[in-house]
């Protein structure tokens, strides 16, 4: 709920705020012209960024590996490019960190510690389906598997030497 007020609320009113103390300092214009000049650099950067990260994507399922990191820097991309297509001077800072290799790898790993930590979090109960308060119960392990019989050997190509 928190979370909800600071990103409808006060992120707003915060990003009037800055929008008219940089109007009275530069006048209304030059603000205008700055904002729509962000948008549009925001979008060319979110475009070469988004391929670049499509590519790395590409790269991994085709080496054969998870593409974890490649889908993180995609959705931190999306939501860069999100916060600079949005008016306003804070958003565009925001989204210009995200967009840029450097500090999006560096959002990429305090957020991959943060899901790391589900008893923080509180999102592990919801999958595993555990109500507060309970621990799970612990299950038994199950018996390894017994090994399947031995194959015969089999022939060796060319003809029978029995027959």
Do not use: K
Not at 67 to 79: A, Q, S, Y
Not at 85 to 94: E, H, K, N, Q, Y
Not at 113 to 135: D, E, I, K, N
């Amino acid at each position: 709920m928190l979370l909800l007020v600071i990103l409808f609320v006060l992120v707003p009113i915060a990003e009037i705020y800055v929008i008219i103390q940089v109007g009275q300092e530069i006048g209304a214009l030059w603000t205008v012209l700055i904002l729509i000049a962000d948008s549009l650099i925001g979008a060319r950067l979110l475009s070469w960024q988004g391929r670049r990260a499509w590519a790395s994507f590409q790269e991994a399922l085709v080496a054969g590996r998870m593409p974890h990191r490649e889908v993180l820097d995609g959705v931190l991309i999306i939501l860069g490019g999100a916060f600079l297509l949005t008016p306003g001077f804070l958003t565009d800072i925001v989204g210009l960190l995200l967009l840029l290799p450097p500090t999006r790898a560096a959002s990429r790993r305090l957020l991959t510690r943060m899901m790391l930590r589900p008893s923080r979090l509180g999102w592990a109960r919801v999958v595993v389906g555990t109500p507060r308060g309970q621990r799970p119960q612990p299950t038994a392990r199950p018996h390894a598997p017994e090994r399947p019989p031995a194959l015969p050997p089999t022939p060796p190509d060319g003809p029978d030497p029995a027959q």
